[in-house]
């Protein structure tokens, strides 16, 4: 089977999360999709468009459908908020690699995100609770723009704080009138809740900038290299380690990554 070639798939419902982001669930006409692990992604087409490399943003059960959640940024993620259920759009993947649940297993976990990269932490949190008894706390800090940016509330305000032994913290950098929560930058809210570190993998993705001030955060804080893990977004084509599109150095973040450790990416040169 050619890897580049999409399965046809066809839009079941479609959820406004924000002004510029929509949750679509996506389930292939012919044969299920194959089974994919957190952190992994999927390219999204749209025919006679183009196509965009989209974290899966469900977690993977036998049976049920497939979840994106697109930022509106170009021209395939426009087109695609033009969609209506029952489109037919392409879907190929799974691509790169996940997030290491498994090396976790025993430990505290802490979830920092920001914006849109909530999307593939939502993938690897929802597959954590589901093994609730496996880790120890599950902590997560969320931040947007400002609260209508907010993305997945349903699990944000209910259903993860709901869960025994976790905790959600979410922060806007600039309120509106009905907001009563905390208003500050994702980083140095991390540092003001002093997260303890010892024995803690933290997760981390959003906005670059976001990412590199919380991985220096992380860093004061006393998490060591290895136990700290990013997703990486740069532009990909084939998601299949054939055109070069997303080098860094000797890596392709379609096939090493998306997933890197903090460790990883300071052996790599700067370019992302
Ligand atoms: C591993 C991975 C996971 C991802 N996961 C997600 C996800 O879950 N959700 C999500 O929404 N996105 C995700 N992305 C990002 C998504 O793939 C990109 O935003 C993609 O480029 C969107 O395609 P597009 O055709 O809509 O945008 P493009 O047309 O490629 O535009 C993308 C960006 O480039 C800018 N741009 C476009 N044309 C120009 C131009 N001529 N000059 C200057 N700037 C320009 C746009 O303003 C926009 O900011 C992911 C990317 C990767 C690599
Ligand atoms: S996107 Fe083509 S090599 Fe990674």
């Known amino acids: 089977?050619?890897?580049?070639?999409?399965?046809?798939?066809?839009?079941?419902?479609?959820?406004?999360?924000?002004?510029?982001?929509?949750?679509?669930?996506?389930?292939?006409?012919?044969e299920d999709f194959p089974p994919y692990r957190p952190g992994q992604c999927a390219m999204l087409s749209l025919f006679?468009?183009?196509?965009?490399?989209?974290?899966?943003?469900?977690?993977?059960?036998?049976?049920?459908?497939?979840?994106?959640?697109?930022?509106?940024?170009?021209?395939?993620?426009?087109?695609?908020?033009?969609?209506?259920?029952?489109?037919?759009?392409?879907?190929?993947?799974?691509?790169?690699?996940?997030?290491?649940?498994?090396?976790?297993?025993?430990h505290d976990l802490l979830f920092v995100g920001g914006g849109i990269g909530l999307a593939p932490l939502r993938s690897v949190i929802n597959h954590c609770l589901g093994r609730r008894a496996e880790f120890g706390r599950v902590d997560i800090v969320y931040g947007a723009r400002s609260p209508r940016d907010l993305c997945f509330r349903q699990e944000l305000f209910e259903s993860w704080p709901k869960v025994p032994g976790a905790s959600v913290q979410v922060t806007v950098d600039a309120a509106d009138a009905e907001w009563e929560g905390p208003v500050a930058l994702v980083p140095?809210?991390?540092?003001?809740?002093?997260p303890d570190a010892a024995g803690t993998f933290a997760v981390t993705c959003?906005?670059?900038?976001?990412?590199?001030?919380?991985?220096?955060?992380?860093?004061?804080?006393?998490?060591?290299?290895?136990?700290?893990?990013?997703?990486?977004?740069?532009?990909?084509?084939c998601g299949v380690g054939k055109c070069g599109r997303c080098s860094i150095g000797p890596k392709y973040v379609c096939i090493d990554g998306p997933v890197f450790s903090a460790a990883e990416l300071k052996s790599l040169p700067a370019e992302y």
């Open 1 to 30: 089977m050619n890897p580049l070639v999409p399965q046809v798939a066809t839009i079941l419902a479609i959820r406004e999360d924000t002004p510029d982001v929509r949750t679509f669930t996506v389930r292939p006409d012919g």
């Open 188 to 194: 140095p809210f991390l540092e003001q809740l002093k």
């Open 48 to 106: 006679g468009v183009g196509e965009a490399m989209i974290s899966i943003t469900s977690t993977w059960a036998p049976e049920t459908a497939l979840e994106f959640s697109v930022k509106r940024a170009g021209r395939v993620t426009s087109a695609l908020h033009q969609a209506e259920p029952g489109h037919k759009v392409g879907v190929r993947g799974p691509y790169g690699n996940s997030f290491p649940v498994d090396q976790w297993v025993g």
């Open 206 to 237: 959003g906005p670059p900038v976001m990412i590199r001030y919380t991985l220096q955060a992380l860093t004061r804080l006393g998490f060591p290299d290895d136990r700290v893990f990013t997703t990486l977004e740069l532009k990909m084509q």
